[in-house]
Structure formats: C-alpha cells, structure tokens
C-alpha cells in the first residue's frame, strides 16, 4: 500500500524546492501524493506551478491586499483543518520557513498526523532576522517528525536543540535539483527587456531584495549603492522587484529612469536560472538565490546582516556585505577589478546540494516508514 504523502507550500520558493520533490514521488509506486497550496503568494506561486504542469487537489487562495501574518498564519490553520481530517495522510511534508509551513506543521499536529520538514535546521540564531522566519523554522522543528537537512551544518543545529539524530537525515537541498529542469541552450528570455542587454560585452548584476527586515533604510541604501554604482556604463543591473508596494515604492523612487537599471516584475524560476546563468554576479536578500548562484559559478554579494546558511560563506561563495551603502558599493567594485577574487568565489564549490536531494528524501521516509535499509547520505 503507498504510502499518502501530503504536500502544503504557499509561496514560490517553496514550490520551487518542492517541485522536485513531487516530480520524483509522482513516478514512485511507493508514494501517493496530495497537493494543498495555501497561495499565500498568488500571482508567483501561480507561475511556478504552470511552468512545472502541476495541478494543486486544493488551493485554500487566502491572499489578500496588506495581508498580516496573523492572517496568512490564522487562514492556513483553519482551511488546512478540514482537508487534513479528510485526507488522512500518512505523512504532511512542509517546506522551510513561511508562515504557510508553521501553519501546515500546527495544523498536521492538531490532527496528530506525522509532519516532515523539507529544509530542516536552518539558523541564524536571532529571531528577528529573518523576521518572521527564524522562529517559524525553530517551531516547525519542535513539531516535526522527520527533518531533512541540507548540510551537516543544519544537521548539526538541530541536534544542538535536543532533536534525535535518527530522525534527521542529510539530503542536500532540493533546489539544486530543480536546476535540471530549468536550464536551457540558448535560452529565449520570454521578458523583452531581458532580450535586449547585452551579456557578451556588459557585466550584468542581479538584483533582488524584498525582506522584511531590509525594509525602510537598508533597502533604501542598498538602491543608492546601486544607483551610485550605476555610473559605470559598463554594468547592467537586473532587478526583481517584489510585488510588496513598500519594497516597490521606494525601488522606483530611486532607481528609475536610468538606462542601465531595468526594474522589472517579479520572474518566473525558468527565467531567474537563465539570468543568473548569464550574469557577472548576484546580489541577494533571498535565501534560495544564495543556494542557486553557486551552481551557476556565480559570486554572491548577500544584502543581509547574517545568514542562516553560513556553509556558502565559509566556502567562499557568498560574502556578507549587509545594507551599507558603502560597503556594497566597494564590494561589488572589489568583485570588478580582483580577478583573482573574482575567480576564487566564482570558482568555489556549491556546499548546498548535488542534484540528488529528492532522492534521498524518499528513501529516507520509506526507511522511517520500514520499507528500506537506512539510506546514504549527502557529504560535503
């Protein structure tokens, strides 16, 4: 009999690191899958979906305009409450550290179903930042069943917190998986000022930044760091604004009207990889970009006082620059005129995964459910 594996995400990187995920159990006897989606993202969690061709079995779409986290975290709980009780799955697996994952992990524990975390042990060791995340990682682990690590790092973590070393298994992450289904030879970028930069001859800087906690001043600073590196004519920036109007004000407020800073929509993953794939460098308040971009020999300049994945640092693929316009400003400069350095973070080997990510977390749920031997892990 298969095993009822219940998938709930709500926002696109969470369907971007699960979608590997689905596509591997959806071709595995031993599973059966549900997918419920929360939309606390809508438009984006939408794109994600099309471009994967899957079909959610719910979507609860409780996105509304100005929405707090009260209400995405208070929504979830109660629309997940009445398809968990009906579906009675085995196991719900939760990605992460959205509101949406706190909900689904709460929501699974009400009903005294098992709860799996996809992306499990992920610290910064300061509940603020990332706000709200931090903590919705750290609660999710105390209500979790079954934790699957990326990194030995996280691992490690997670035992320090009084978790059973048995039930964590290191899987690497999920999203160097999804790489194998984005990337493609002479790839036609479907949005048109994309089409026209030239890669050959510029040096293109992308750019996303939308957190809470960069909100107000520091993203401030980061778009006068931009709009004053911008002077090089040489440099094309790319930046994803977020659909967040507090981030979208104060991006168009400074960086507008400048032929070499293109402010554009929020992009599918299909595009992202491809534009990463072409770029000079990346920077990033994003969490899943820092794991992606080293897969791509891409440096990463992370706009973000500390990070929940210091493995990148350590190798030497991401520096912490923070929101000092300063400091962002001579880093991305650094970056410019050192090839060596240049060479050195391009060059350095991605600690966050190796493809097989999906993998090792089905073979490590039909262990836990007694169907296989304890599975291999990933070694960095």
Known sequence: MPIKIMFVFGTRPEAIKMVPLIKKMQLDPNFKIVICVTAQHRNMLDQTLQIFNITPDYDLDIMKSSQSLSDITSKSLIGLENIMK??????????????????????????KI????????????????????????????DLSDLHFAPTLSAKSNLIKEGIDENIIFITGNTVIDCIKHTIKNNYEFKNEALGKINYADKKVIVVTAHRRENLGKPLENICNAILKLSANKNLEFVYAVHSNPLVRNTVEKILSGHDNIHLIEPLDIENMHNLISKSFLVMTDSGGIQEEAPSFDKPVLVLRNVTERPEGVLTGALKLVGTDQNKIFDSVNELINDKKLYEKMSKAQNPFGDGKASERIC???????????KPTEFIF
């Open 86 to 111: 009906g579906e009675k799955p085995d196991l719900v697996l939760v990605h992460g550290d959205t509101s949406t994952t706190f909900a689904a992990a709460l929501a699974a524990f009400y009903n």
């Open 114 to 141: 098992k709860i799996g975390h996809v992306e499990a042990g992920l610290r910064t060791f300061n509940k603020y930042q990332p706000f709200p995340e931090e903590m919705n990682r750290k609660l999710v682990a």
């Open 363 to 373: 073979n490590a749920i039909l262990f836990y459910f007694g169907r296989m031997q």
